[in-house]
Each structure stands twice: as structure tokens, then as C-alpha cells.
């Protein structure tokens, strides 16, 4: 991930922020154990989609800027401004009532706000002919001060469409001045407009390629970045239950998959309630022993089962390890490609991992700590493979 940071910081050169999104738990990663390995790495700040995101940052101890692209009800601006935690401003009638919410005495905290551009996404900002308007409303309020505008990509890809994004970002936010009379900062790229070269301005947000991902729809891209990224999380588990099976045996559920020949089956303790898709059954492989084999059976929400008849050797028992995502030898199963198999997108793949799932994360040593349900995360840098893996037949590594 650092790696991948370190890309993206030479793509768009000196003096350009890099704030990564790390809503919807680091895109599955882990927010708090990601954040503070981003913030050691150099990066200017964070983005998250909800002010509860934020504050679990700042909760967590994170102490680089935070912005909620989304916009926030009033009640939460005093405890904004008390946080540092910048909000973003999307809508006139939301702005007054927020702006009415801050306390006579936050300036002693000020409410850093962002204005949110419409150029073309259609889900949210402010237009750009009524921007000047929402900035100087927002000089008039004592408490607050304007920090940036930005804007989102509908299409990076599409060069015509984001060049109409981009004028119509440029006119609005030109009209733009702090209270000392300078244009205030500008970010308008996120994952996709990165690989596809869009300017940076002074910011940019990377999403799925801070976690080493392409955009699926920027696959094919001749883009130096992109090839410059590596996935940083694999998902790995072993089984609980390895069986011999004879011909004509049903398998899960349904069943939707019956043997048609004398069948090893082996079981993995996860399912839809952690995020691998009901609509994956006999749909996906998974690895072991650099080889791919099928699952088979419908998913279940606590098993999915793999047919490890043909893995040559010895016969697969329950101390093997199998990949659904990641590595193994010359083999990968990527996130992409189970999107392609759920005909849907590899951030939702990635999002959808749930919070049982343990995390187990890596560094060049080795395992350094790990995050379940019974602990936000345990960090033990210097800890033996042995100890951090041992604790749970089921993990994401990062």
C-alpha cells in the first residue's frame, strides 16, 4: 500500500496533496489500521463518506485533515469543528441550517467547510453558476472558512464528458476566493481520473488504487500508473471440514451441485455473511497449492465448498491454505475477476468483506498485528508468523 502511495505521489508530482478515501472501512481493508499506515507514509489527509467515519478516525488518534464528501446534518457542526473534521457543502438549503448550527464561540475551533461542484455526476454539489453565491455566504459567517471546492468524474475514461466536467469546474471555482482574496484549492480526481491523467489541481483522492486495484472500467488503460499498482489484500482461509464424497451426493444447499464422481470436498468457513456473494455459487474458483479449483455448492452465509478432487500430491486436508482472492505461485484470482463472475464491480467486491472477517496485516517482516471482532486491532510489531496467524482459520490480508 505505501508502494502504491508512492506512485501515485510521483504521477502527479511535487506539491499536490494526496488524501485517500477511506470510507466503507478502507474499501473492506480496515479504516483505523489502513489510515495509520497511510499517515505514516506521508499522505495530507483522508476522505470518508459519513461524519461517523471521521470520527472513528479521530477517535483512533488519526491527527491528519479529514473531509466528509457527503453532507452532514446540522446538529453535528459543533462537534465538527471541536474534531477538525472538514464537511462538504452540497446543497443552499442544508449550508443555512448548518451555517445557523454553528455556536457563536467556535471560532476558537473553526468549521473547515468544502463547496462539492455539480459538473455532470448528477448526485450531488452545488451548480457552478450559483457558486460564488454559497462561497460568499459562507465568508459572511464568523466560525467557518472555506477550504476547497472539488467536483467527482462521471466518466474518466471518456475524454469529450470530462472535458465538459472540467470547464464547468474551472468557470465556478475561478469566481472562488478565500477571505484573503486567493483562489482556494481544487480537487477533482479521484482513482480513475489518476489513471487517466486528468490534472490533479492542487489534491486528489485516490480510492480503489490506494488498495492496488484498477478501476475495472479504466482496464486496458495505457496508463504508467496503473501498471505501477499491486493489489494489497488477499483473502485466504483454511478448511474446517476436508470429506470423501461418492458420486450422486448433493453439496449445500438446493442442491444446486450434486457429484457426479467419488468427490473430495473441502469446507471454508466463510460465506455471504462475510461478504463472498450468494450469487458466486458454482460460479468462482479458489487456489491451492498454486492450482485453481472450482467451488462448487451454493454459498451458504457461513460456508462455501471447494472441490479439491484433481490438487495432485497429497490429498488436500484441513492444513491447507486456500486463496479466493490473491496469490498462489504462478495462479491469482483477483477482485476484479470475482466481479466479473458476480457481473458487478470490484468495489463492491472489496466493500462488501464484513467486519468478521479478521484482518491479519503485513509488513515487510512479516504479520505486525490484526483486527476481529473481539478487538478494533491488536498491534504487535515484531510478532512472529506464527502468532498472528494461528489465532483464526479465517483472514483477509492486507
Excluded at 469546474?169 to 484573503?180: E, I, K, L, N
Excluded at 492542487?202 to 496508463?223: F, Q
Excluded at 458487478?344 to 504479520?367: C, D, F, K, N
Aim: aromatic share 4%; net charge neutral.
Amino acid at each position: 500500500m505505501r508502494a502504491n502511495i508512492a506512485a501515485i505521489r510521483s504521477s502527479v508530482g511535487a506539491g499536490v496533496r494526496i488524501e485517500p478515501v477511506v470510507k466503507a472501512d478502507a474499501y473492506g481493508h480496515g479504516a483505523v489500521p489502513v489510515a495509520r499506515a497511510l499517515e505514516a507514509a506521508g499522505v495530507e489527509g483522508f476522505s470518508v463518506a459519513t461524519f461517523d467515519e471521521a470520527v472513528e478516525l479521530r477517535i483512533a488518534g488519526l491527527h491528519a485533515p479529514i473531509l466528509v464528501l457527503y453532507p452532514v446534518p446540522p446538529l453535528f457542526a459543533a462537534e465538527a469543528a471541536r474534531l477538525d473534521i472538514g464537511l462538504s457543502v452540497g446543497d443552499d438549503v442544508l449550508l443555512e441550517r448548518l451555517l445557523a448550527a454553528v455556536p457563536d464561540g467556535a471560532a476558537e475551533h473553526q468549521l473547515r467547510l468544502q463547496i462539492e461542484v455539480e459538473t455532470g455526476l448528477g448526485r450531488g454539489g452545488v451548480l457552478p453558476e450559483r457558486l460564488a453565491a454559497v462561497a460568499a455566504a459562507i465568508a459572511r459567517s464568523p466560525g467557518v472558512r472555506l477550504d476547497a471546492v472539488w467536483s467527482h468524474l462521471q466518466a474518466p475514461g471518456d475524454a469529450t464528458r470530462t472535458a465538459t466536467q472540467r470547464a464547468r469546474f474551472d468557470a465556478g471555482a475561478d469566481a472562488v476566493r478565500d477571505r484573503g482574496g486567493a483562489r482556494v484549492a481544487r480537487h477533482i480526481a479521484a482513482s480513475g481520473g489518476l489513471v487517466a491523467g486528468v490534472p490533479a489541481y492542487e489534491a486528489v483522492r485516490p480510492g480503489l488504487a490506494t488498495y492496488g486495484i484498477v478501476p475495472d472500467d479504466m482496464a486496458g488503460v495505457d496508463s504508467a500508473l496503473a501498471a505501477r499498482l499491486r493489489p494489497v489484500l488477499a483473502l485466504r482461509a483454511r478448511p474446517v471440514r476436508v470429506v470423501d464424497l461418492p458420486a450422486g451426493w448433493g453439496i449445500s444447499y438446493g442442491p444446486s451441485f450434486e457429484t457426479r464422481r467419488p468427490t473430495r470436498i473441502a469446507t471454508l468457513p466463510l460465506g455471504y455473511g462475510d461478504g463472498w456473494s450468494r450469487t458466486l455459487s458454482n460460479r468462482a474458483e479458489a487456489l491451492v497449492r498454486g492450482r485453481r479449483v472450482p467451488l462448487v455448492g451454493t454459498v451458504a452465509m457461513d460456508a462455501v465448498m471447494a472441490d479439491v478432487t484433481d490438487v495432485p500430491g497429497r490429498p488436500v486436508d484441513v492444513d491447507d491454505e486456500l486463496t479466493l482472492i490473491g496469490r498462489d505461485g504462478d495462479e491469482a484470482i483477483t477482485a476484479v475477476d470475482v466481479a466479473r463472475a458476480r457481473s458487478t464491480i470490484s468495489w463492491e467486491v472489496v466493500t462488501a468483506m464484513s467486519r468478521r472477517l479478521p484482518r491479519v496485516y503485513h509488513a515487510a517482516a512479516g504479520p505486525v498485528g490484526m483486527r476481529t471482532l473481539n478487538g478494533e486491532e491488536e498491534l504487535w510489531p515484531g510478532s512472529s508468523s506464527g502468532t498472528a496467524t494461528s489465532a483464526t482459520s479465517r483472514s483477509t490480508r492486507s
